[in-house]
């Protein structure tokens, strides 16, 4: 069940799970932390509990399968002079690598350390109520995973273009890279803390699609789907990482500290290999695609991007203090998650 029986390989001895290494006696959930609930109206409020399944209609191969605001590729000038019909197909490959991007992230990654928080193998003690609501959580990002695949499928059958994706997502790609770079004690603490980022960050990401009416219904209703069950998951997973802090010795605050700014960096930076791909199978040679990402993904937009999308999470950890461990605000100023060194 977790990274360190090879990352993304279910491990079926879950019983001796060495998250439980993380804190051999775990503390008591410290005075002050006590969890409130965010889930208590999750029965009748859920996604996967209430919301219809969203079907794509006979009039909306005409209309934009992504916001064309928020594909910078579409906009550039190599693609603006390239046939009528590769501009839908941007938009559209845009929506099968996010679709790909949600579900495997719900399935490979956040549902794995949910189940383990359920089933209490993460070595963090938790409330009764916080393990009970994390099967909620891996019911609601099941659906995620399932509507997200549902509608790339449709999106497909609709307008008869195949999806061109990587064979790894970015981010799995990174969070592996970052795991192999770090000490064997402290890998499935590397998943456990990117399960947390990611979760806090998701729903900062989901929030413009659903106001673009030149966007299919059934793309926007979807995201906002997830939005409303990504806003109860934020809340989880900052009570989370609270305790979780409060049960780390002092070398895992250290590391913890020190990896979270590579971990929201590998969630938020976007894949650039797959849209220099993506650009080539347009006709565009390698240095014409190069172009594309280096005008349309300047640094200082990415870091602009990075900044504001991950603000919540980053003040999350500033709460905790961690900026004031050597090198850590100089970290999160490198990866341009904050204004100048903290
Ligand atoms: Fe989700
Ligand atoms: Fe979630």
Redesign the pocket.
Known sequence: MCGTAGMFVGCAAVSFCPRTLLAPKPAPVPEGDEYRSPFGSWYERSSVRVAPRRVLGDGDGARHFFSPDMVAVARHPLVERMPPGVFREVLLQHLYRYLDF?AK??YLV?NRTVAGIAHGSVGVELPEEMRFDALK?YC??AY??LFSADLARQARDLSGVAPVLPAEPFFLRRLREIQEGSPQEFRPLVELVFVIVS?TL?SATLADVPVDETVVPAVREVIRD?AV??GR?HAYFASFLRILWGQLDERARDFTARVAPSLIDAFLRPDFDAVRAELRGYGLDADEAEQVVAEVYPDEVVREFFRTTAHQTVRYFHGLGVMGRPGVGEEFARLGLVDGAV
């Open positions: 949600t992230l719900e956040v959580i609601d990002e995620h995973a979760e998701i997830h069950d990504e998951h």
